[in-house]
T-cell receptor, first 113, second 115 residues
Framework: GQQLNQSPQSMFIQEGEDVSMNCTSS?????WLWYKQEPGEGPVLLIA?????ELTSNGRLTAQFGITRKDSFLNISASIPSDVGIYFC?????????????FGTGTLLAVQP | DAGVTQSPTHLIKTRGQQVTLRCSPI?????VSWYQQVLGQGPQFIFQ???????GRGNFPDRFSARQFPNYSSELNVNALLLGDSALYLC??????????????FGDGTRLSIL
């Protein structure tokens, strides 16, 4: 199935470090989303982006909607152990009356206390 | 308020069997979508239902079917199970099919294992 390219695939960092991850697509999206998934749970929405160039923050998280509408970035500042999980980007694809999320391949984040 | 609830949480089946997974959306949400998440990958879109009608279908075989009930809950059915159907099946709900400011909220999924 279709998946967006997300990098890096995994990150192992020390508590307090900043984190950056990005997502690219060959297709244009009108909406970009970032989710976090922890073991045994479903994805939880972190940030939603609706306009090209938009920069949105949610606490220590900041995400940007790329100008070309084909990419997005997520930054986490001052990481803490509870940031551990898999982060997914998702582009929203509109088609008639349907909207479906196209997910990225995920970035596994591990934080060493 | 209760979030999206899915049942059962875990299920073990053998090849060739049939399975039914259930989802209750967030109260007031009329749209339900189903996704399949294979280990190590992001979720893949299977179906979207709104007001009991199918509004979208992903690239899955006809062995996969779904329906939505008048109370907006939904069932996903998979027939003639294959080993490759082993995955986490996620349900997401939203107010309607229009997305802006109406994000899709996910349940914790049903883990389906095929032996």
């Amino acid at each position: 199935g279709q998946q967006l390219n997300q990098s890096p695939q995994s990150m192992f960092i020390q508590e307090g470090e900043d984190v950056s991850m990005n997502c690219t697509s060959s297709s244009i999206f009108n909406t970009w989303l970032w989710y976090k998934q922890e073991p045994g749970e479903g994805p939880v929405l972190l940030i939603a982006l609706y306009k090209a160039g938009e920069l949105t923050s949610n606490g220590r998280l900041t995400a940007q909607f790329g100008i070309t509408r084909k990419d997005s970035f997520l930054n986490i500042s001052a990481s803490i152990p509870s940031d551990v999980g898999i982060y997914f980007c998702a582009g929203l694809s509109y088609g008639g009356a349907t909207n479906k999320l196209i997910f990225g391949t995920g970035t596994l984040l591990a934080v060493q206390p | 308020d209760a979030g999206v609830t899915q049942s059962p949480t875990h299920l073990i089946k053998t090849r060739g069997q049939q399975v039914t997974l259930r989802c209750s959306p967030i109260s007031g949400h009329k749209s339900v979508s189903w996704y399949q998440q294979v280990l190590g990958q992001g979720p893949q879109f299977i179906f979207q239902y709104y007001e009991k009608e199918e509004r979208g279908r992903g690239n899955f075989p006809d062995r996969f079917s779904a329906r939505q009930f008048p109370n907006y809950s939904s069932e996903l059915n998979v027939n003639a199970l294959l080993l490759g159907d082993s995955a986490l099946y996620l349900c997401a709900s939203s107010l309607d099919t229009g997305f802006r400011n109406q994000p899709q909220h996910f349940g914790d999924g049903t883990r389906l294992s095929i032996l």
